[in-house]
């Protein structure tokens, strides 16, 4: 073996080098439109969502949580190859910050956002020898989650106050213990939130607090949107994959700073004048909802995306009435699936001569699967599941369901 062989490889300097030849976001960019037209655009060419929620994704993407009060969470839910991660990477990429897990402790997320959030900035001067200053200030960021577990929250009870409190900014403020003994940290932990799961959190009990302050959006599979809906979105059999932009083969250097350049001093003043008119304007929308999405609104209507307060108002009136609808749904959706399920058990029995007896276990499973392939919108309790078998006549006696 020579010496040039035996020398290494410097495996870096080929990712980067391959990594030079890829196109930039910029070829996929129309700069004549603006930049919320330009994200409204990407979401629908990376993922396919069952619903047509892209508008409410876009406004909440663009909040400027530096001239905001009260922002929800953004909650995608549903199966794992859904689409959920990608929607959740387009966030990164436009606000420029990383992706957490449920791996990071508390310490590392809240100095990772105490960075982000405060920035020294030149800034115009009152005096005209030195026309430009400096100053220290909040700037605009969000913290962005992929794939969450209900468990991380039991385990990091910091980081489930982070999210409890996070969404207004008058009680945001978190004490902390510091190095010095006797003294604590303060913390704010207000911003816009992402994150994505394969669990219900907008239905879990223990966390009601937090599934009030959801917007909650469900991604599918492609296989598992109905017919009319890709009829919807122009999916073609076959030939969706061409359809989609892959955000991984694309350099997205420098697309965070549209963001930035959006929101200069001109629109931040027009938004801060706008949310004085909408907060008189939201008469219609239950008292939490007009709380949480008064800088949604606002956020929307600078942007473009809703024409005026009307407009926004019964987009998230009906936004509202859907989530409602889906979580009533439910249940009836349960009834129906164990009827069917129940009635072939039936079936099963009377061809073996045999009464009606269902585990207890299989029913669980059976159910786990509803959940897991989209019939199901939440995972049904073990109370929802005594209450369909009720109504189906059955009673659970030693581990297995039979007829009353």
Same mark, same amino acid.
């Given at each position: 073996?020579?010496?040039?062989? *035996?020398?290494?490889?410097?495996? +870096?300097?080929?990712?980067?080098?391959?990594?030079?030849?890829?196109?930039? =976001?910029?070829?996929?960019?129309?700069?004549?439109? /603006?930049?919320?037209?330009?994200?409204?655009? &990407?979401?629908? *060419?990376?993922?396919?969502?069952?619903?047509?929620?892209?508008? &409410?994704?876009?406004?909440?993407?663009?909040?400027?949580?530096?001239?905001?009060? $009260?922002?929800?969470?953004?909650?995608?839910?549903?199966?794992?190859?859904?689409?959920?991660? /990608?929607?959740?990477?387009?966030?990164?990429?436009?606000?420029?910050?990383?992706?957490?897990?449920?791996?990071?402790?508390?310490?590392?997320?809240?100095?990772?956002?105490?960075?982000?959030? !405060?920035?020294?900035?030149?800034?115009?001067?009152?005096?005209?020898?030195?026309?430009?200053?400096?100053?220290?200030?909040?700037?605009?960021?969000?913290?962005? =989650?992929?794939?969450?577990?209900?468990?991380?929250?039991?385990?990091?009870?910091?980081?489930?106050?982070?999210?409890?409190?996070?969404?207004?900014?008058?009680?945001?403020? $978190?004490?902390?213990?510091?190095?010095?003994?006797?003294?604590?940290?303060?913390?704010?932990?207000?911003?816009?939130?992402?994150?994505?799961? %394969?669990?219900?959190?907008?239905?879990?009990? @223990?966390?009601?607090?937090?599934?009030?302050?959801?917007?909650?959006?469900?991604?599918?599979?492609?296989?598992?949107?109905?017919?009319?809906?890709?009829?919807?979105?122009? %999916?073609?059999?076959?030939? =969706?994959?061409?359809?989609? %932009?892959?955000?991984?083969?694309?350099?997205?250097?420098?697309?965070?700073?549209?963001?930035?350049?959006?929101? @200069?001093?001109?629109?931040?003043?027009?938004?801060?004048?706008?949310?004085? /008119?909408?907060?008189?304007?939201?008469?219609?929308?239950?008292?939490?909802? *007009?709380?949480?999405?008064? @800088?949604?609104?606002?956020?929307? $209507?600078?942007?473009?995306?809703?024409?005026?307060?009307?407009?926004?108002?019964?987009?998230?009136?009906?936004?509202?009435? !859907?989530?409602?609808?889906?979580? *009533?749904?439910?249940?009836?959706?349960?009834?129906?699936?164990?009827?069917?399920?129940?009635?072939?058990?039936?079936?099963?029995?009377?061809?073996?001569?045999?009464?009606?007896?269902?585990?207890?276990?299989?029913?669980?499973?059976?159910? +786990?699967?509803?959940?897991?392939?989209?019939?199901?919108? @939440?995972?049904?309790?073990?109370?929802? %599941?005594?209450?369909?078998?009720?109504?189906?006549?059955?009673?659970?006696?030693?581990?297995? !369901?039979?007829?009353?």
């Amino acid at each position: 073996m020579t010496d040039e062989e *035996r020398l290494g490889v410097n495996y +870096s300097a080929l990712v980067a080098q391959q990594e030079s030849y890829q196109d930039s =976001w910029e070829n996929i960019y129309d700069f004549q439109s /603006t930049l919320p037209e330009n994200l409204t655009t &990407i979401l629908k *060419r990376t993922v396919f969502l069952p619903q047509d929620f892209y508008d &409410i994704i876009c406004a909440y993407y663009m909040l400027p949580s530096a001239l905001a009060r $009260i922002v929800p969470y953004l909650f995608f839910y549903g199966t794992s190859g859904s689409g959920k991660s /990608t929607l959740a990477k387009i966030a990164a990429l436009l606000h420029g910050v990383a992706i957490n897990s449920s791996g990071d402790t508390f310490a590392a997320i809240r100095n990772s956002l105490n960075d982000r959030k !405060w920035k020294t900035v030149q800034v115009a001067s009152d005096d005209p020898k030195y026309p430009v200053d400096f100053a220290n200030t909040e700037v605009n960021t969000c913290m962005v =989650w992929d794939d969450i577990d209900p468990g991380v929250f039991t385990n990091k009870p910091d980081l489930y106050r982070l999210f409890k409190f996070g969404y207004d900014r008058a009680s945001d403020k $978190i004490m902390i213990s510091s190095d010095v003994p006797g003294k604590n940290m303060e913390f704010r932990c207000f911003c816009p939130k992402i994150f994505s799961s %394969i669990h219900p959190f907008h239905s879990i009990p @223990d966390m009601a607090e937090l599934g009030r302050r959801l917007l909650v959006i469900p991604t599918k599979k492609i296989e598992d949107l109905s017919d009319n809906r890709k009829a919807q979105l122009g %999916i073609l059999e076959g030939d =969706w994959e061409s359809q989609l %932009i892959d955000l991984d083969n694309l350099d997205w250097t420098g697309f965070s700073d549209e963001y930035k350049y959006f929101w @200069d001093s001109e629109v931040s003043q027009f938004y801060l004048n706008l949310k004085r /008119t909408v907060s008189r304007s939201l008469k219609g929308l239950a008292s939490h909802q *007009r709380i949480l999405c008064l @800088d949604l609104i606002t956020t929307g $209507i600078v942007c473009s995306i809703w024409n005026d307060v009307k407009e926004a108002k019964e987009r998230m009136k009906k936004y509202f009435a !859907w989530l409602e609808a889906e979580q *009533r749904d439910t249940s009836d959706n349960l009834l129906q699936l164990l009827n069917q399920y129940v009635a072939q058990e039936e079936e099963n029995a009377r061809a073996a001569k045999m009464l009606p007896s269902i585990y207890n276990t299989n029913l669980k499973n059976t159910v +786990s699967n509803y959940y897991t392939q989209g019939w199901l919108l @939440d995972k049904p309790n073990a109370k929802a %599941i005594r209450n369909a078998m009720a109504a189906l006549g059955y009673r659970l006696v030693q581990g297995k !369901w039979s007829k009353r």
